[in-house]
Nanobody
Framework: QVQVVESGGGLVQVGGSLRLSCAAS????????MGWYRQAPGKQRDVVAT???????NYADSVKGRFSISRDNAKDTVYLQMNSLKPDDTAVYYC?????????????WGQGTQVTVSA
């Protein structure tokens, strides 16, 4: 079992910045890809950015050039630096962790953190 704890959301004005953090913890598992997803009211949950264990990254087109994902493997922590925020970035942001344990590959989610960008 893996626990996933997010922090760093909040209210910010258009053009501002926020940094989200997500720490994963568990025993007997190896954590692989980590990422961030977001879900706005009435919309589906979509991927924002992912990063593999070796540091390969992938971004949604809507955040390229504005958001940056990184991870600290020693701490099993992933970060999302969000710059030049827009009202469309308003959503609940969820951390996603893929890990392999005795039962094989599993996906774990954090509880979500609200990001609100005010115009």
């Amino acid at each position: 079992q893996v626990q996933v704890v997010e922090s760093g959301g909040g209210l910010v004005q258009v053009g501002g910045s926020l940094r989200l953090s997500c720490a994963a913890s568990g025993t007997g598992v190896t954590i692989y890809t980590m990422g961030w997803y977001r879900q706005a009211p009435g919309k589906q949950r979509d991927v924002v950015a992912t990063v593999t264990k070796i540091g390969s990254t992938n971004y949604a087109d809507s955040v390229k050039g504005r958001f940056s994902i990184s991870r600290d493997n020693a701490k099993d922590t992933v970060y999302l630096q969000m710059n030049s925020l827009k009202p469309d970035d308003t959503a609940v942001y969820y951390c996603n962790v893929n890990a392999i344990g005795d039962g094989g590959l599993d996906t774990y989610w954090g509880q979500g953190t609200q990001v609100t960008v005010s115009a």
